[in-house]
């Protein structure tokens, strides 16, 4: 038990150390707060120390980073906090009073098991993508223009607020390209209607070309049409809505 609580110390002061040297980084240049200096920093912080303990120590190790984890980012909240000297209104109080204490905060909490979704989804975007660009001609994205942050910035966002938010910031930007992503996969590879009316319903709002694609009933002639239609000698093979297609129809 000893042993356990000697690792999680150990992981409490190596996740400090990490979160002062960003705050460090930060104040001498803003690269770190875009992609890829944001993607090295969000490793840094979650999963380079799992696979460290891991390697090093075995599963209990895992759970001892983890612990180590949360409770330094629970001592940077409340130094942050005291340190700013704000006292005025913020996000946790007004929501804790909205639907309690005790809901607001284990409902952030159940939110945290999605971090390793959005490493994995954002490990594809590094990887997977890069390679249908080059084979099939997606169309290629700066990605520093979604993967971000820029909360930080925000006057009176402090301590726990602060951290949330730039949590939230860092996944809308992952989910938006991920999205992105997909509709030019979705486009290219399978421009058919789906059978339930109601989930084309659902998701004309992610993927705009859904309407355009071929009707469920139809042939997969009518899909080789289309294919030809909208990508043969178009270049670079985005959804048909994408600022680079429409540059070009």
């Known amino acids: 038990m000893i042993s356990f609580l000697m690792q999680a ?11 002062i040297s960003i705050i460090l980084i930060w104040k001498m240049t803003e690269k770190i707060a875009f992609a890829p200096g944001l993607d090295l920093a969000i490793s840094l912080l979650t999963w380079i120390p799992w696979v460290a303990a891991l390697t090093f120590i075995g599963w209990l190790g895992v759970l001892a980073c983890v612990i180590g984890q949360l409770v330094a ?10 340190w700013s000297g704000h006292r005025g209104p ?5 929501l804790n009073r909205i639907v309690g204490p005790v809901s607001n905060n284990v409902a952030l909490l159940a939110t945290v098991p999605a971090l390793p979704a959005f490493l994995l989804i954002r490990f594809s975007q590094w990887t997977t993508y890069p390679m249908l ?3 099939i001609k997606l169309p290629p994205y700066k990605q520093a223009e979604w993967v971000n942050v820029s ?5 009176g966002l402090v301590g726990h607020d602060l951290v949330w938010c730039l949590y939230c910031d860092w996944m809308t930007g992952i989910y938006s390209l991920g999205g992105e992503m997909l509709r030019n996969l979705e486009s290219f590879w399978c421009p058919i209607r789906f059978y339930p009316g109601k989930k084309c319903e659902n998701c004309k709002l992610d993927f705009p070309d859904v309407e355009k694609w071929v009707d ?3 042939s997969m002639k009518e ?9 043969e000698g178009k270049g670079w093979n985005s959804w048909w809505s994408h600022p680079e297609r429409n540059k070009k129809d």
Not at 73 to 82: D, E, G, K, L, V
Not at 223 to 231: G, R, S, T
């Open 73 to 82: 980012m629970q001592i940077f909240c409340f130094i942050h906090w005291r």
């Open 216 to 218: 469920a009933k139809g």
């Open 90 to 94: 913020s996000i946790g109080a007004t």
């Open 133 to 135: 660009v080059w084979l």
């Open 223 to 231: 899909v080789e049409d289309i294919l030809k239609e909208k990508y």
């Open 151 to 155: 909360r930080q910035k925000f006057s």
């Open 9 to 19: 110390g150990f992981f409490v002061i190596v996740e400090l150390a990490v979160i």
